[in-house]
């Protein structure tokens, strides 16, 4: 396709070589954090203190911390419903039903709902985070609008249902990305092969079920990688809302990383935390692109 | 999955849904526009702007320029360090570039938190915790995406071009900032507000390298604000609020229509 030498480019090999210097730095110091993580996984390294300046190495302690004190597999609980409710019940699920249902509809009911999914996807975490605990608040609009007028007492919402609430606000955050990526996926799909479909007696269920799932299979795989990523690291909504209570009801993996380095100040153990979520969110990765390969 | 029009009961969920998706936002607005904001959802009492100008003088204006330098200083480096890396990651034929874009794309999965402990250790060491610090924290875990985007809309620059400039005459710099750059112009832009609405809505690195309370961003500023006890001033939060999210929200429609490019930037073409 390219021409074996373009002169313009051969004759300044050495220029070019200097301009992806910077950037070939930045991310050398990307893969050598990564390294400096698992480094420090294996020390007990603190924030402040001795700990910070006399550190020592302690072998797997900090591993065996994880499964032998409360706390890592809590969390990996916590952040396994969120992430599976929110994200791929929730954004995933809602944003494919959109798509499909919106699809060639009038442009002005679709624009409308576009709008207002968007609204949310787009705004900083800490507004959304903001929002959803005022309207979640004993005098907020939930409360004001479906619990006091029957005659109810208020709720906090925020304090009796933490997990349910910043699972429904992450879905009322992130829905767009999976919505817009399905809308993008279910135009991939040829009409021919649904008529064709149709003319051969298939119901609208199996033209679903039988002919667009299997095409749109590496999409599905793709948004499945994403969402599942971002939810399962995601920390400004939740640390907003709840910090992670009440408790520790709602401290997902990302939360309780950021409580024992910079609450506690253990940043050895913090970096095992770390460690942990890499070779979850890798696992999950392999997983996913295995799906994204398989032959149709 | 056929051309139809909406069934009633289909129209009357969707409707129902974005009222509950909105809800939200007519609660921040009531709020914003009533300078005696109680939190709850009425009709402004005392109808006025207020609450806005309290929340663009003082320490929220200094807030709103912090967040301002911030993401106007991550998205210059990402898109300078990007570009100027993309270019020959575009043209060279050079062993193992297969293999280093996959790297890329790997790192571009790879989660913030999990490099969080060496970064803040790394800035603390340098003495890099501060604004400049989050920038190059930023740009650091912007670049993966960044160049892969990039790279992909310099392979689309026509080579043609490139080789009829050098028959005439010119330097590389000059066929680089006489074609290349110009006809990148649109990825450039996408790129550069990609990263400033992303920089703009951090929340996470800021809070861990502002040190002092006159380096906050507007995102730290807001949690501060709304997350300390006692009476919350709903109003000058709701105004806070709209003023912090206008800029994301509005890049956004303005590059509506170039920003399908950026969604699908992450296939990897040899």
């Known amino acids: ?296 | 999955m056929e051309r139809t029009t909406l069934s009633r009961p289909m129209a009357i969920a969707l409707a129902f849904m974005a009222v509950i998706w909105v809800s939200p936002f007519a609660w921040l607005f009531s709020n914003a526009f009533d300078t005696a904001a109680t939190g709850r959802l009425v009709w402004p009492q005392n109808f006025g702007i207020g609450n806005f100008t309290g929340a663009i003088g003082g320490d929220a204006g200094r807030m709103f320029l912090n967040s301002l330098l911030i993401a106007a200083g991550t998205a210059t480096i990402s898109v300078v360090v990007g570009a100027a890396a993309a270019y020959p990651l575009s043209r060279l034929r050079m062993p193992g570039k297969n293999a280093l874009l996959w790297t890329l794309v790997l790192l571009r999965m790879l989660p913030s938190v999990g490099v969080l402990v060496p970064l803040y250790f790394a800035a603390q060491r340098s003495g890099l915790l501060n604004q400049f610090g989050v920038m190059l924290a930023l740009s650091c875990l912007n670049l993966p995406f960044t160049l892969l985007l990039l790279k992909n809309f310099f392979d689309t620059v026509p080579i043609e071009l490139e080789e009829a400039a050098y028959v005439d005459g010119a330097s590389l710099w000059q066929i680089v900032t006489g074609i290349v750059l110009p006809m990148s112009r649109a990825g450039l832009a996408v790129v550069w507000f990609f990263s400033f609405t992303g920089a703009w809505n951090e929340f996470l690195l800021p809070l861990i390298f502002s040190r002092v309370e006159a380096a906050f961003p507007m995102s730290v500023g807001l949690y501060g604000a709304f997350g300390r006890m006692g009476a919350i001033d709903y109003g000058f939060l709701a105004a806070f609020s709209i003023i912090y999210a206008a800029p994301a929200v509005g890049v956004y429609f303005l590059l509506r229509r170039n920003m399908n490019t950026g969604f699908a930037g992450v296939g990897v073409k040899g």
């Open chain 1, 1 to 296: 396709m390219r021409h074996q030498a373009n002169p313009w480019i051969t004759s300044n090999l050495w220029l070019l070589s200097a301009a992806m210097l910077p950037a070939i730095i930045l991310v050398g110091a990307l893969l050598f954090f990564t390294g400096w993580a698992v480094t420090f996984s294996f020390t007990d390294l603190g924030l402040t203190g001795r700990k910070a300046v006399e550190w020592s190495w302690v072998g797997l302690e900090n591993y065996e911390r994880l499964f032998t004190r409360k706390g890592f597999l809590e969390s990996l609980w916590t952040t396994v419903i969120f992430v599976f409710f929110s994200a791929i019940v929730g954004q995933s699920v809602l944003g494919f039903l959109l798509a499909a249902t919106l699809r060639g509809t009038v442009s002005t009911t679709r624009s409308v709902v576009e709008i207002c999914i968007m609204l949310g996807w787009l705004l900083p975490d800490i507004v959304a985070a903001f929002l959803w605990s005022a309207t979640t608040s004993q005098t907020g609009l939930i409360n004001s609008l479906f619990v006091v007028p029957f005659g109810l007492k208020p709720i906090n919402f925020i304090n009796d249902f933490a997990l349910p609430v910043v699972t429904l606000a992450n879905i009322w955050k992130g829905t767009a990305w999976s919505y817009l990526l399905f809308v993008a996926a279910l135009d991939s799909v040829p009409r021919e092969i649904i008529e064709a479909a149709k003319i051969d007696g298939a119901t609208r269920w199996q033209r679903a079920w039988l002919v667009v799932l299997p095409i749109i299979r590496p999409h599905i795989a793709t948004n499945l990688l994403f969402i599942t990523i971002w939810t399962f690291t995601y920390f400004p909504l939740i640390f907003a809302m709840t910090g992670g209570g009440p408790g520790r009801q709602t401290e997902t993996l990302a939360l309780f990383l950021y409580n024992q380095s910079f609450a506690r100040g253990n940043l050895g153990f913090g970096s095992a935390i770390s460690v942990a979520m890499l070779l979850i969110v890798g696992a999950l990765s392999t997983v996913y692109l295995r799906m994204l390969r398989e032959p149709k």
